[in-house]
């Protein structure tokens, strides 16, 4: 086997129950009138919610290049960003976990950060449309809640 | 003698394998793509394959927003590495690279200005120095 960093190669090792786990994750359906935050998303990998200690995946409308989800307002919630690329007959998976308060009207933005020897992160800033960088520091944006 | 000619000759092959500077819309070997936002960003990466040096993947990145600067007329732009960054006005002047599978994935958020602030580069100036690496697809030595 050649020599792959502990991370990745304990990823590439888990990739398949990996796979099989995200595949079983139920859709994330809000409740009647439950508050809701609208998220962008950036960068690498796809978000499941993690909400009261369970796994959600967080269906995602693409309109092009854009991709936007919607997450629960008003509680914290954990975000699991998930990696998977193919190639080389492997598939090589990065997870990164941080967690967010959202607030209904209030617009966030994830982006999925690729790092350096398979390492992988993830930021949550909100949208800010007085500035011409469009964003804004989210004070809320933590590590892993779930 | 025949061992260094060979070593010699598989340099130059791998070397010719490495992603050229190239769009990467539609191509299965990687290249520059572009995504507008947040606000009056651009997200800009380039995705290389394994020959593909994390450095060389850095400067196509710096060489594509002075690129995108002057096809919308801006002579200096602002890179921001991650959002973050952005949200707190921290220019970079290296974007963020990464690998997965040894291949290098470099990305900026990319501010295009009609003048002159704090952080900001040259759009021409940044074009003339990187275009020997657009040239030869060498990177540059820092």
Same mark, same amino acid.
């Given at each position: 086997?050649?020599?792959?960093?502990?991370?990745?190669?304990?990823?590439?090792?888990?990739?398949?129950?990996?796979?099989?786990?995200?595949?079983?994750?139920?859709?994330?359906?809000?409740?009647?009138?439950?508050?809701?935050?609208?998220? &962008?998303?950036?960068?690498?990998?796809?978000?499941?919610?993690? !909400? @009261?200690?369970?796994?959600?995946?967080?269906? $995602?409308?693409? =309109?092009?290049?854009?991709?936007?989800?919607?997450?629960?307002?008003?509680?914290?919630?954990?975000?699991?960003?998930?990696?998977?690329?193919?190639?080389?007959?492997?598939?090589? &998976?990065?997870?990164?976990?941080?967690?967010?308060?959202?607030? !209904? @009207?209030?617009?966030?933005?994830?982006?999925? $950060?690729?790092? =350096?020897?398979?390492?992988?992160?993830?930021?949550?800033?909100?949208?800010?449309?007085?500035?011409?960088?469009?964003?804004?520091?989210?004070?809320?944006?933590?590590?892993?809640?779930? | 003698?025949?061992?260094?000619?060979?070593?010699?000759?598989?340099?130059?092959?791998?070397?010719?394998?490495?992603?050229?500077?190239?769009?990467?819309?539609?191509?299965?070997?990687?290249?520059?793509?572009?995504?507008?936002?947040?606000?009056?960003?651009?997200?800009?990466?380039?995705?290389?394959?394994?020959?593909?040096?994390?450095?060389?993947?850095?400067?196509?990145?710096?060489?594509?927003?002075?690129?995108?600067?002057?096809?919308?007329?801006?002579?200096?732009?602002?890179?921001?590495?991650?959002?973050?960054?952005?949200?707190?006005?921290?220019?970079?002047?290296?974007?963020?690279?990464?690998?997965?599978?040894?291949?290098?994935?470099?990305?900026?958020?990319?501010?295009?200005?009609?003048?002159?602030?704090?952080?900001?580069?040259?759009?021409?100036?940044?074009?003339?120095?990187?275009?020997?690496?657009?040239?030869?697809?060498?990177?540059?030595?820092?």
């Amino acid at each position: 086997m050649p020599i792959l960093p502990r991370g990745l190669r304990a990823a590439l090792l888990m990739s398949p129950l990996l796979l099989a786990a995200c595949s079983s994750i139920p859709d994330y359906r809000p409740a009647p009138e439950e508050a809701q935050a609208k998220i &962008t998303l950036l960068g690498w990998g796809k978000p499941y919610l993690c !909400k @009261g200690g369970k796994m959600f995946s967080l269906p $995602i409308k693409e =309109d092009g290049p854009l991709r936007t989800t919607s997450v629960p307002a008003g509680e914290r919630i954990g975000l699991v960003n998930y990696i998977s690329i193919s190639g080389y007959q492997v598939v090589s &998976t990065c997870i990164s976990r941080a967690s967010v308060i959202p607030r !209904k @009207g209030v617009d966030l933005i994830v982006n999925g $950060i690729l790092a =350096d020897a398979g390492k992988c992160g993830m930021e949550i800033v909100r949208e800010d449309t007085s500035k011409d960088t469009g964003v804004a520091i989210e004070p809320s944006f933590a590590g892993p809640s779930c | 003698m025949i061992q260094r000619i060979s070593g010699l000759l598989a340099c130059l092959a791998l070397a010719g394998c490495a992603t050229p500077y190239q769009s990467g819309s539609g191509s299965l070997t990687g290249g520059h793509a572009e995504v507008h936002g947040p606000g009056k960003m651009e997200l800009v990466e380039f995705s290389g394959n394994g020959y593909t040096s994390m450095e060389l993947a850095a400067q196509y990145v710096t060489y594509r927003c002075a690129e995108v600067a002057k096809a919308k007329g801006k002579p200096y732009f602002i890179m921001y590495d991650t959002l973050i960054n952005a949200a707190r006005d921290v220019p970079s002047y290296r974007p963020l690279v990464g690998s997965i599978q040894n291949k290098p994935s470099a990305t900026t958020f990319v501010l295009l200005l009609d003048a002159p602030r704090r952080g900001a580069q040259e759009t021409s100036a940044v074009l003339a120095d990187l275009q020997p690496v657009i040239d030869s697809g060498k990177e540059k030595k820092i």
